[in-house]
C-alpha cells in the first residue's frame, strides 16, 4: 500500500451546536416533512457526515428517512436521497414511487437527481441550491430534460435559513479544526 494511504488521520468531527427541529404534528406540509430531513441532517453531523437529510412521503405518511452515509460506508453512493429512495422501494414493494415526495436538505446531486427520475418520484422539495453540483437547477434542470420518461416537479427553498446555516457552519468549523 502507498505510503501516504498506510496511515489515515484521525477524522475530528465538529460539535453539533444544533437543536432537532419539532415538526408541528397538527398539520403535515412542506415545512412538516422538511424539518424531518433537517433532523436527519443532524445525524449526519454527529457522525462527522455531510449534514444532507431526506424524508420520502407517500400519502401523507413517512416512508423512509435518511442522511449521507458516505464516510462511514466509504460508499460514494451513499447520500441520503439514494438510502432514502432505496428504503421507500422496499416499503412499498415496488421501485415505482409514483405519488411521493422526497424532501432533501440541499438540492440533489447529478446522481441522486437521475436516482429521482429513475424511481418514479413525483416531487422533489429541496431547501438549499447548490450551484456547483445541483442538478434540479443549480447546474442545470435535469428533470426538465425533455427526452425523459418521467418528469419530476421541483420546489426550492423550505426551511432555507436554517439548512443554510447548518452546512455553512459546518464547513466553517471543519475548516477551523484544519480538516
Sequence with gaps: MPEEFSERK?????????APLHPSYLVRDDAFFMKLAY??????WKEGEVPVGAVIEYGGEIIAQAHNMVEQTKDPTAHAEVLAI?????????WRLNGSTLYVTKEPCPMC???AVMGRISRV???VPDKKMGFMGGVMKF????????SVEVE????????????????ALKREMGA
Design 39 to 44: 433532523n436527519q441532517a443532524l445525524k449526519a
Design 10 to 18: 484521525e477524522k475530528s468531527v465538529p460539535p453539533c451546536p444544533f
Design 113 to 115: 437527481s437521475g436516482a
Design 143 to 150: 428533470h426538465d430534460v425533455p427526452t425523459l420518461n418521467h
Design 125 to 127: 422539495v429541496f431547501s
Design 156 to 171: 426550492e427553498g423550505v426551511l432555507y435559513d436554517e439548512c443554510l446555516e447548518l452546512i455553512k457552519t459546518f464547513f
Design 86 to 94: 432505496t428504503q421507500a422501494a422496499a416499503k412499498l414493494g415496488d
